[in-house]
């Protein structure tokens, strides 16, 4: 008999929501807007996403907008690639559509109507595993082709260290790697350690200047470790794929209050009424150690879940 649980709930300060447990894990979905994956945590234990309970407002406000805003509000969010102001920052403010589907629930968001496109965010967890899957849709609902890829970002909470694997190809002579920087970004950052292996960044309260970097992903995961707990994140990067950012499949960004782990699908073109989708999975783990710097180190926690 299935252990899943689905009940309607209400947040006190982010409305009406979806709650889904299994007994191991469980979620918040925001369908007042969004939708919002708000809260992941293993049962009984803290937030592993960070929440904006404030909903400060994220940019200026683009007159193509009529006024409305996009906000921040925090947890696991659908976006669209490139980042393209004002585009990217449609507001997300609108009542959210959910149906049920096989062991979850699928959120449909309001139409962006100045962009064309519809974003659907379907979450099904395992019968009796810390596993969830979630996948991240995009529908062109507009008249004429879009060039995108869909974007999947979750906004951790602070005080949290992350875990990035280095590609490994053997590749002899040639290059196996490449890293993208933001404008912001400086490569002797004190929250980041550049590993041969490994790639490790520390989200620090007290530094509020932001760091992003992208990689082009091969082993397809990355880990956060905060609050007695690791979150793990499985994506399937496609070898040579087409990809924004100078062939991201992977970037990740902080600030002074938060940490993002994105996962980007390849650009595409959409046709009216055409979709494209990226699958992630997850999983969520009570583990008191963190891992310093050392590779080794490193390796021999990530070899409990990595196989």
Known sequence: ??????????????????????????????????????????VGMENMFHQDREMKPLGEKFPVYGGDIHKTYGGHRVWISPEIMP??????????????????????????????????????????????????????VGNWDIELAVWCLSVMAPG???????????????????????????????????????????????????????????EGWAAYFNRGQVFLKYFEPVPDGFYPDNGCSFETYTNGDLLEIETLGELVYLAPGESAEQTEEWELYEESEVPSDCEKEIKEIMDKYIQ
């Not at 990217?88 to 979850?104: E, F, L, M, S």
Request: proline share 6%; glycine share 6%; net charge neutral.
């Open 160 to 218: 949290g260290k992350e875990v990035v694997p280095m590609p490994a190809v053997k590749s002899g002579l040639t290059h196996n790697r490449s890293i993208s920087l933001w404008e912001y970004t400086e490569m002797n950052d004190s929250r980041i350690y550049w590993g041969k292996d490994y790639i490790t960044l520390r989200q620090d309260p007290s530094r509020e200047n932001p760091f992003k970097f992208g990689i082009n992903s091969e």
């Open 1 to 42: 008999m299935s252990k899943i649980e689905i009940t309607n709930v209400t947040d006190a300060v982010f409305g009406n929501c979806v709650k889904m447990a299994n007994g191991i894990v469980e979620l918040l979905v925001t369908v007042d807007f969004g939708p919002r994956v708000i809260h992941f945590s293993r």
């Open 87 to 140: 585009r990217c920052y449609h507001p997300d403010n609108k009542p959210v559509a959910a149906r049920p589907v096989a062991n979850g629930m699928e959120f449909t968001a309001a139409v962006e109507e100045k962009n064309g496109i519809q974003k659907v965010l379907t979450v099904m967890l395992s019968d009796d595993s810390p596993g969830v899957t979630v996948i991240n849709t995009v529908k062109n």
